[in-house]
T-cell receptor, first 113, second 114 residues
Framework: QKEVEQNSGPLSVPEGAIASLNCTYS??????FFWYRQYSGKSPELIMF????GDKEDGRFTAQLNKASQYVSLLIRDSQPSDSATYLC?????????????FGKGTKLTVNP | DVKVTQSSRYLVKRTGEKVFLECVQD?????MFWYRQDPGLGLRLIYF???????EKGDIPEGYSVSREKKERFSLILESASTNQTSMYLC?????????????FGPGTRLTVT
């Protein structure tokens, strides 16, 4: 199985700052990249996906993809205490005629008021 | 909104019991997945299915089996529960056939095997 690596953190930022979450992956054939947010005691929820090199913005969230460097990141602008959660990076991997997602172990983010 | 439901939030079973975890999705998604999540190990894929009566092994299938008799329902079976299967079990679904895609998760079942 290919690997998806994330800094486990914890990452601590003050309210209003930019939080930067990073992820590297080993499968050069991967084409789809996802960020999930998981609050403590809850299940993961999809917040961003990106398929092409470059940036994709959605509100305060920006996903960045660099396939040459096999690197994907998530920026959270104007961080709020409600953004405190674990962020999971996921990458698609082919398996036979289908595909699956491989998840990183997550980065725990704390936004301090 | 996609809704994925799981039969139980908490479950306590004894070693050796046969355990059934049920997952139902109501958005006509083609694909369904079972994961377990453990501290320090992250989310690991147990089995997945891209079609009714079809199943494919994930990364940790040992000790588990699955059943998908209807499109909306995907069951995970622990044939003989063991203490090392104590975990949070998460079901997910995604829309496009054969594509892992954007997955939507159920609330999870926390299983304790004693």
């Amino acid at each position: 199985q290919k690997e998806v690596e994330q800094n486990s953190g914890p990452l601590s930022v003050p309210e209003g700052a930019i939080a930067s979450l990073n992820c590297t992956y080993s499968d050069r054939g991967s084409q789809s990249f996802f960020w999930y947010r998981q609050y403590s005691g809850k299940s993961p929820e999809l917040i961003m996906f990106i398929y092409s090199n470059g940036d994709k913005e959605d509100g305060r969230f920006t996903a960045q993809l660099n396939k040459a460097s096999q690197y994907v990141s998530l920026l959270i602008r104007d961080s709020q205490p409600s953004d405190s959660a674990t962020y999971l990076c996921a990458v698609n991997e082919a398996q036979g005629g289908s595909e699956k997602l491989v998840f990183g172990k997550g980065t725990k983010l704390t936004v301090n008021p | 909104d996609v809704k994925v439901t799981q039969s139980s939030r908490y479950l306590v079973k004894r070693t050796g019991e046969k355990v059934f975890l049920e997952c139902v999705q109501d958005m006509d998604h083609e694909n369904m997945f079972w994961y377990r999540q453990d501290p320090g190990l992250g989310l690991r894929l147990i089995y997945f299915s891209y079609d009714v009566k079809m199943k494919e092994k994930g990364d940790i299938p040992e000790g588990y089996s699955v059943s998908r008799e209807k499109k909306e329902r995907f069951s995970l079976i622990l044939e003989s529960a063991s203490t090392n299967q104590t975990s949070m079990y998460l079901c997910a679904s995604s829309l496009d056939p054969g594509v892992a895609g954007e997955q939507y998760f159920g609330p999870g079942t926390r299983l304790t095997v004693t």
